[in-house]
């Protein structure tokens, strides 16, 4: 069980470095190809504003105590005032962000794009993987594995008794695919659309969901206490034009 | 804002392509970055180079945001045949830009020909109604003609989207000052004020609007404003020591006969005065007698 196989080096000129320089092809492929397909995305204009709004709120949390008390309770109320204030957000409207996301059918073509963008070539590579270059060993991975890895990386070879350390290609190509990540940021800069680890995390939880931080920058304001803090400027000018006269 | 670094870096640069020793390529795209107007010298040396074959070649893509930058200060110097000639160039590039159909209606603009721009203007908010520049262009177009009312309504209608603009709040409060209408020039100044807490400028502005607003309150509001303005500044800022001398006696002058409020800074209108005797002396020594005079009759 513990004998070492000896693999024709043939195997590494035909099987493992044209399968990364395909798997690099194709990366630059799309990358091109999404490039193209990018439509200009018309900002949303409740977006933007809620966006503008989140920085006022916040400016006005930050320098609160550089203007009046009167001029920041009045804001204050403008902010988060119940009926009309720009951070209230009434309770149903919460709960649509994600719905939003997906009624809107411009956001929705451009997901799906990006999608398919990302399983078609994925999908055919992993069949033209299969179809060449199944049915024998192709690389040893250095470092012993358990029995439990045999089904993963052993997929084309029939053998029960081979080392789990002796894997097929269809495992070369997954060490590919999670592995190129890094040089496609090098070639291609920082943002490639090969990211595709990065876009399936960010499937699950949605992005930018307005009504919450909303939410959240209103209940930083009210926690806000304003002190003043024009009065003690009084002093320390005191202090400046006394070091200055002298 | 400009910082001082980047003025002594943009007057020092500019200095050195005065007296011809190259460097322009660095001058222009520093100017761009900085959002100075410096209409005349960008003419001047973008032309020197967009004229010569080998140079403009020299930038490659660059090109283009050079012409751009071209036809916005021939424009500013009412060199219009310059920025119809840049103008051309560029459509012909770029025959469906929004860019080049903004510098279209800048240059309708330019002409005198509003309601032409105005129509440029409208359709290209059309295609984009998020778009930052031509509002602001609009609003320009309104107070250029005289109509400021309608660049207020257009003005107050592009904060209520784009509230963080801490630009146009500027422009708004210059303008309500200039119409006198003071309450809300303070409003606007306290917004300034908010996002960018250390800027002395807007205090200075905003203890102006105050003082000139008047009643025993403002004032008071005034002199703290006018206080900060000179910790912020190390001293140095002649309006605000002014500011605090007037305003000190404006307080004593209102709250005559009320029992005088307690003091929090009593030596600071006579440290201010010093100060300004100082700097008067140092700067202006022919001047120091008015001075004088006029700090006396204020400390009735």
Sequence with gaps: ?246 | MVSKTEETQLNRLENQVDNGGGGAWEYLCLVRKLKVRRSEKVLKYGLSILNDPKKRSALGPEEWTLYEQVAIAAMDCQCLDVTKDCIKVLQKKFPESKRVGRLNGMLLEAKGSWAEAEKAYSSLLEDNSLDQVIHKRRVAMAKAQGNISEAIELLNKYLEIFMADHDAWRELAEIYVSLQMYKQAAFCYEELILSQPTVPLYHLAYADVLYTLGGLENLQIAKKYYASTIDLTGGKNTRALFGICLCTSAIAQVSKGRNKEDKESPELQSLAATALEKDYKQRAADKLSLLTSALRSLKI
Excluded: C
């Design chain 1, 1 to 246: 069980m513990a004998e070492d196989l000896v693999l024709d080096t043939a195997i590494r000129d035909w099987v493992l470095i044209p399968l990364s320089v395909v798997m690099v092809l194709i990366g630059i492929l799309r990358y091109f190809v999404s490039k193209l397909m990018q439509s200009s995305q018309l900002p949303d204009p409740k977006i933007v504003k809620e966006g503008q709004v989140i920085v006022r709120a916040r400016n006005l949390r930050a320098a609160a105590n550089f203007i009046p008390p009167k001029s920041f309770r009045s804001r204050r109320v403008y902010f988060s005032n119940e009926e009309n204030g720009l951070l209230f957000v009434p309770k149903g409207q919460a709960q649509n962000a994600q719905a939003q996301m997906f009624s809107d059918p411009n956001m929705a073509m451009d997901m799906m794009k990006k999608n398919l963008s990302m399983i078609i070539p994925q999908t055919l590579t992993f069949a033209w993987v299969n179809f060449f270059f199944s049915g024998f060993v192709a690389a040893k991975i250095p470092f012993p594995l358990t029995q439990r890895f045999r089904s993963m990386l052993q997929n084309g070879i029939d053998l029960s008794t081979v080392d789990v350390s002796y894997v097929s290609s269809r495992s070369w190509y997954f060490l590919n695919l999670f592995g190129l990540r890094g040089l496609f940021s090098l070639i291609l800069g920082e943002e490639n659309a090969t990211d595709d680890t990065q876009r399936m995390m960010q499937m699950s939880g949605f992005g930018f969901d307005p009504s919450k931080s909303l939410g959240a920058e209103k209940d930083g304001l009210d926690i806000v206490q304003h002190e003043w803090a024009l009065p003690k400027f009084e002093h320390r000018a005191e202090a400046v034009l006394k070091k200055l006269i002298k």
